[in-house]
């Protein structure tokens, strides 16, 4: 089970972190991923981490402004989230995923978090 939080209001240039935590004994992904989505729209890709070695990747739109990052320890991972904007607006999905694939589509992913709401006021 993946359950994010730190989703919230924010006005623009502001920052948030975060967080998604993985319950469950032997949680050991491939790579974690997280994605956003607003009403009417396809699932999104922000960013994504491989578990073991931390390599992390983000798509062009933030990249600059997330960073993601993972405590293997704590089964959580972060996504940082500074200069925020406007269009960063939407519901932020953490997730899991067991392939060695590149980690930018939905289908590279098993498990998904429920979700939490990221709204930034203009």
């Known amino acids: 089970q993946l359950v994010e939080s730190g989703g919230g209001l924010v006005q623009a240039g502001g920052s948030l972190r975060l967080s998604c935590v993985a319950s469950?004994?032997?949680?050991?992904?491939?790579?974690m991923g997280w994605f956003r989505q607003v009403p009417g729209k396809e699932r999104e890709f922000v960013a994504r981490?491989?578990?073991?070695?931390?390599?992390?990747y983000s798509a062009d739109s933030v990249k600059g402004r997330f960073t993601i990052s993972r405590d293997a320890a704590k089964n959580t991972v972060y996504l940082q989230m500074n200069c925020l904007k406007p269009e960063d607006t939407a519901v932020y999905y953490c997730?899991?995923?067991?392939?060695?694939?590149?980690?930018?589509?939905?289908?590279?992913?098993?498990?998904w978090g429920q979700g939490t709401q990221v709204t930034v006021s203009s």
């Open positions: 981490i491989t578990w073991s070695g931390g390599s992390a």
């Open positions: 997730a899991a995923g067991y392939r060695g694939s590149s980690g930018g589509y939905v289908a590279d992913y098993r498990y």
């Open positions: 469950g004994r032997a949680f050991s992904p491939v790579i």
